[in-house]
């Protein structure tokens, strides 16, 4: 099992910028790919980044490219989600998640572990 857990959401101003951490705790050898999510209210969950853990290698959804950058701290097992530039359509509650596979997945049932959200409000 592997276990996950976000921090570093908040309130920001449209324009503005927020880091958010991940931190992996248990079997967390297993893991070939972490990934960022997020729900929006009424909407359903959607891809925002990732990450291959062992290269370091990244993608991002369109709606993200260019403002938002993931990186890892293997040491502290650690993935992060470097927010510039933040919109209104931003605001949702952003989803951390681990996975055995590599590859470039952005669908969730490729994730096998997720951590609980953190909200994410960015104000106009």
């Known amino acids: 099992q592997v276990q996950l857990v976000e921090s570093g959401g908040g309130l920001v101003q449209a324009g503005g910028s927020l880091r958010l951490s991940c931190a992996a705790s248990?079997?967390?050898?297993?893991?070939?790919?972490m990934g960022w999510f997020r729900q929006a209210p009424g909407k359903e969950r959607e891809f925002v980044s990732r990450?291959?853990?062992?290269?370091?290698?990244?993608y991002y959804a369109d709606s993200v490219k260019g403002r938002f950058t993931i990186f890892r701290d293997n040491a502290k097992n650690t993935v992060y989600l470097q927010m510039n530039s933040l919109k209104p359509e931003d605001t949702a509650v952003y989803y951390c998640?681990?996975?055995?596979?590599?590859?470039?997945?952005?669908?969730?049932?490729?994730?096998?572990?997720w951590g609980q959200g953190t909200q994410v409000n960015v104000s106009s």
């Open positions: 998640a681990a996975s055995p596979r590599g590859g470039t997945s952005i669908i969730t049932n490729w994730y096998d572990y």
């Open positions: 990450i291959n853990w062992r290269s370091g290698g990244t």
């Open positions: 248990g079997r967390t050898f297993s893991i070939a790919t």
